[in-house]
């Protein structure tokens, strides 16, 4: 009733086609075209089910030496919210070290909210954990991909409700949302997260065909300022130059 309920709740979302995932499904031809707008969207549905009102897609850095969890988005996309911060720190070590052995979900609960342990406690196989954040009720689940990748997909806010009869289901939409991601690159997706409003805005400008000077005009800006914000996107999504970094930006989904 554990690790492998969970394995044969996926395979037969999958297998019936009854993606969880919306239109798309694993066994679907269309899971390559899914971008991070898309499994934003898609988590955002998850969310909604269990009436979490916060939650965020992590993915377990390859590192042994240094076990930390790496955003790759949360409910405040494109931006990262203030909760992401605290799980990415040292509060995720340990959370890492578990998702790397198991695919048990844990759950926290703020002692100073009232109820807060309601919706966990009678949870089997969940087990409780020190909060990720604090202030702040969740529950994590651990999910696996191939090449060896694993993450958390969790979720947040003091009014989640999960019964157990819908946590297998929930568990196995995390895992076909974990294995969309995982095909995008992992450390193009990460790095999103620190991309900032303007620097997303001088991106698109750009993309548009306008020059530093166009750009800083339309935005009211200096045109050093406007390309200090090219050169910091260029850096943040790993690419040569703002071409380049144009091109990786389109293809994640951060601009259109």
């Known amino acids: 009733m554990k690790q492998a309920q969970v394995k044969e709740a996926a395979e037969a979302l999958f297998n ?3 993606s969880p995932f919306g239109a798309f499904s694993l066994g679907s031809e269309t899971h390559h075209a ?4 898309d499994a934003v969207r898609r988590c955002r549905w998850i969310a909604v089910d269990i009436n979490a009102g916060a939650f965020g897609l992590f993915f377990v850095s390859p590192s042994l030496e240094r076990a930390r969890l790496v955003p790759s988005f949360d409910s405040d996309y494109p931006g990262t919210s203030v909760a992401t911060k605290f799980i990415s720190g040292a509060n995720g070590e340990e959370m890492v070290r578990h998702t790397r052995i198991s695919t048990a979900p844990r759950w926290w609960a703020d002692d100073g909210i009232a109820s807060s342990q309601q919706a966990f406690q009678d949870l089997t196989w969940a087990e409780r954990t020190a909060p990720l954040a604090p202030g702040t009720n969740g529950i994590a689940f651990p999910v696996h991909a191939d090449r060896g990748q694993c993450g958390l997909v969790i979720f947040l806010g003091s009014e989640i409700a999960l019964p157990q009869d819908v946590l297998y289901e929930i568990h196995a939409r995390c895992f076909s ?3 969309a991601v995982a095909r995008i ?5 990460s790095r999103m ?3 900032s409003k303007r620097e997303l805005e001088c991106l698109k400008l750009t993309a548009n065909g306008n020059t530093s000077e166009e750009i800083a005009k339309l935005l009211k800006l200096s045109v050093h300022t406007a390309n200090q914000y090219l050169t910091q996107s260029t850096q943040k999504l790993n690419a040569v130059n703002r071409n380049q970094a144009v091109a990786k930006a389109l293809r994640l989904g951060l601009i259109e």
């Open 16 to 18: 019936e086609q009854r």
């Open 185 to 189: 690159r992992p450390t193009d997706t």
């Open 177 to 179: 949302l974990f294995a």
């Open 34 to 37: 899914v971008t991070i707008p």
């Open 193 to 195: 997260r620190s991309i």
